[in-house]
């Protein structure tokens, strides 16, 4: 199934840009590069259509806080009434190491509170999940201030070198070739 609503996870404001939790912001960023994002407050976020020959797609970057992502989620999904199995979230990933992204379909929340509100708004886990790996500080209590922080130099570059891959394959997901975008990212991050 093609993807008609891509997702980017992360906080507003200049607080968070650099923050590890943004990774999802910063990749949809890139996608946006030629068009302009603009406010919808009845969106609750920042919103643009990407149209690049056959493929076409809306870009949503929630301006609510990470915990409260599906509002703006389900706000523009049930607006233009895009079915959960066409929506792509992305969103940064504790359990892979800088320089890992893996896409899947459905599955849990991961103990992800974005995903958490999604899955909750939506009422679905069928949505598929780009996963930026951004590696764990090792010690559950750190998690907070670790996915709040800015990763290092060496960090921030193996997370780009895993976005510069899923750029690559966004375009098969988008036609929903996802075996074929799977087995390309996959052996690449």
């Known amino acids: 199934m093609s993807v008609s609503l891509i997702v980017g996870l ?90 890992k992204a893996r896409l899947k379909q459905g599955g849990s929340d991961g103990r992800h509170n974005g995903l958490k509100n999604i899955i909750a708004h939506l009422g679905s886990k069928q949505f598929l999940r780009l996963r930026l790996g951004i590696g764990h500080p090792g010690i559950s209590s750190e998690v907070t201030n670790y996915v709040l922080g800015s990763p290092s130099r060496d960090d921030q570059t193996a997370i780009e070198t895993a976005m510069t891959a899923a750029l690559e394959v966004i375009p098969l997901i988008v036609k929903g070739e996802l075996s074929k975008a799977m087995q390309q990212l996959h052996s690449q991050t």
């Open 10 to 99: 992360g906080n507003p404001g200049p607080r968070y840009i650099a923050t590890r939790h943004n990774a999802g912001f910063w990749l949809v960023d890139n996608l946006a590069a030629q068009v302009q994002f603009r406010h919808e407050a009845k969106f609750q976020g920042e919103v643009c259509r990407v149209e690049q020959g056959d493929l076409k797609y809306w870009l949503l970057k929630p301006n609510t806080f990470m915990n409260h992502s599906g509002q703006a989620v389900a706000a523009l999904a049930n607006y233009y009434k895009i079915p959960v199995e066409q929506i792509l979230v992305v969103h940064d990933e504790l359990d892979f190491p800088p320089g």
